[in-house]
């Protein structure tokens, strides 16, 4: 399998729920990033893997946890989360963190919370 | 931070047509990014540019450092090419930030 792959490609969770979003790269990247689309709003970004070590956290509230085990696995654990939350979530990655390094897209998780 | 400014935000033109969509940002940058996103969620990055012009196949992009400007250009235009077109730049000048700063996409729909 090459490419960026996120599972699962759909998820509808209630708010007392835990689930975990899973992304794998397959290109020998060493940065990973979780992305927040909501309807009508632009590309948000949330976390950023480097080396396995997170470089930037947007703000995100701490109901999502990101965890980045080797530079080819990336997690967002979800827990107690809001409707407002139901979003596609898209993972990407790219060579390393840098705005000079083409990023690859994951096809993302249609999350729905109800 | 940097703020990102596309236009038009939705565009409808018949198949064949010449495209233009325009990318503002507020920040110096060393690169900017075109992305294409179809129905259904999928990104795919057409460029990435640091200076000047890049082509691929009838996709063309440029970009003007000092006027904080980029263009995306589709020659030909078929329905296939119905998208949304996605700008990105760095969040900051400089470097300071890993990720990209999306702008709002301008929304492309080519009629047979």
């Known amino acids: 399998e090459t490419g960026v792959t996120q599972t699962p490609r759909h998820l509808v969770m209630g708010m007392t729920n835990k689930k975990s979003l899973k992304c794998e790269q397959h290109?020998?990247?060493?940065?990973m990033y979780w992305y927040k689309q909501s309807a009508k709003k632009p590309l948000e970004l949330m976390f950023v893997?480097?080396?396995?070590?997170?470089?930037e956290n947007n703000s995100v509230p701490s109901r999502f946890s990101p965890e980045c085990p080797n530079s080819s696995h990336l997690f967002l654990h979800l827990h107690t989360l809001q409707p407002e939350d139901s979003a596609l979530y898209l993972c990407?990655?790219?060579?390393?963190?840098?705005?000079?390094?083409?990023?690859?897209f994951g096809p993302g998780t249609r999350l729905t919370v109800t | 931070k940097n703020e990102v400014e596309q236009s038009p935000q939705n565009l409808t033109a018949q198949e064949g047509e010449f495209i233009t969509i325009n990318c503002s940002y507020s920040v110096g940058i060393s690169a900017l990014h075109w992305l294409q996103q179809h129905p259904g969620g999928g990104i795919v990055s057409l460029f990435m540019?640091?200076?000047g012009k890049k082509k691929h196949g009838r996709l063309i992009a440029t970009i003007n450092i000092q006027e904080k400007h980029s263009s995306l250009h589709i020659t030909a235009s078929h329905p296939r090419d119905s998208a949304v077109y996605i700008c990105?730049?760095?969040?900051?000048?400089?470097?300071?930030?890993?990720?990209?700063?999306f702008g709002k996409g301008t929304h492309l729909i080519i009629q047979p």
């Open positions: 540019l640091s200076s």
């Open positions: 990105a730049v760095p969040p900051y000048s400089g470097g300071g930030a890993d990720g990209l700063t």
């Open positions: 893997y480097n080396f396995k070590e997170q470089t």
């Open positions: 990407a990655s790219s060579q390393e963190a840098s705005e000079n390094y083409e990023q690859y």
């Open positions: 290109l020998g990247h060493n940065a």
